[in-house]
């Protein structure tokens, strides 16, 4: 008898590149992952979303700008709303920002230069079921690709999500790489089933290539994908 995968929608824009290491790394950890074209104003019957990282639109405006009022972010905020799962990855964090799904955005790097390296993270919280697979204060590696990467919000926002434990992971001391406020390299929604973060666990589910921690936060998703359409957790 075939094993029951949760599935998992991944959404390509036109500039999209990693939609397709995203979806091998998400079955990889067991779920089938289909591609969802930006221009779909409803979604299949998904139990998660994927919003990968690259240039969606070529960055016009800045990023995530336009891909934030493309017609598959109306049915992806439907779908948050009604409290299905949604994680962006690095474009993916900016355009969940820029389509108002999370507070905060995503301003070009201090440096103002691309940089693209493995950074240390902290895990700050795991209320989310997205961090399931995290303790606060656990320390991931996973690399950052990315120029315009530095999270900020306004002091009341950044107060409110502080309060609310949406911080969901800090660059460790002396390894922020962009100059994002507070170190903040991941947030949430303030219910949790949002999730964004610059750097890209799809790179780092393989220990022989250097680091496995993505597989914490991908597998975090991918068991709380299981646990919302109601399938056993898998090992």
């Not at 019957?45 to 934030?68: M, N, T």
């Not at 996973?142 to 315009?148: A, L, M």
């Not at 660059?171 to 100059?179: E, K």
Request: glycine share 14%.
């Amino acid at each position: 008898m075939s094993e029951v995968r949760p599935q998992i929608g991944v959404v390509r824009f036109p500039g999209s590149n990693d939609d397709g290491d995203a979806i091998m790394a998400l079955e990889g950890l067991g779920a089938d992952a289909t591609t969802i074209w930006h221009a779909e104003t409803d979604l299949p019957e998904v139990a998660a979303v994927v919003l990968p990282g690259g240039f969606s639109y070529g960055d016009y405006l800045r990023c995530g700008a336009i891909a934030g009022v493309s017609p598959v972010m109306a049915a992806v905020t439907r779908f948050a709303e009604a409290g299905g799962l949604v994680l962006g990855i690095c474009n993916g964090f900016q355009i969940l920002c820029e389509s108002g799904l999370l507070p905060g955005v995503l301003r070009r790097n201090g440096s103002l230069r691309f940089v693209c390296r493995d950074v240390a993270l902290d895990v700050a919280s795991s209320r989310s079921p997205l961090a399931g697979r995290c303790e606060p204060g656990d320390r991931l590696v996973i690399p950052v690709k990315h120029g315009e990467g530095a999270y900020f919000a306004p002091a009341d926002v950044l107060e409110e999500i502080e309060q609310n434990n949406q911080v969901a992971l800090r660059y460790a001391i002396g390894s922020n790489p962009n100059g994002s406020v507070a170190d903040i390299a991941g947030v949430t929604n303030r219910a949790g089933n949002v999730m964004g973060l610059m750097p890209h666990p799809e790179h780092a589910v393989d220990a022989r290539r250097g680091s496995g921690d993505g597989a914490r936060v991908l597998g975090s998703l991918v068991d709380a994908a299981c646990a919302r359409a109601g399938l056993s957790a898998i090992a």
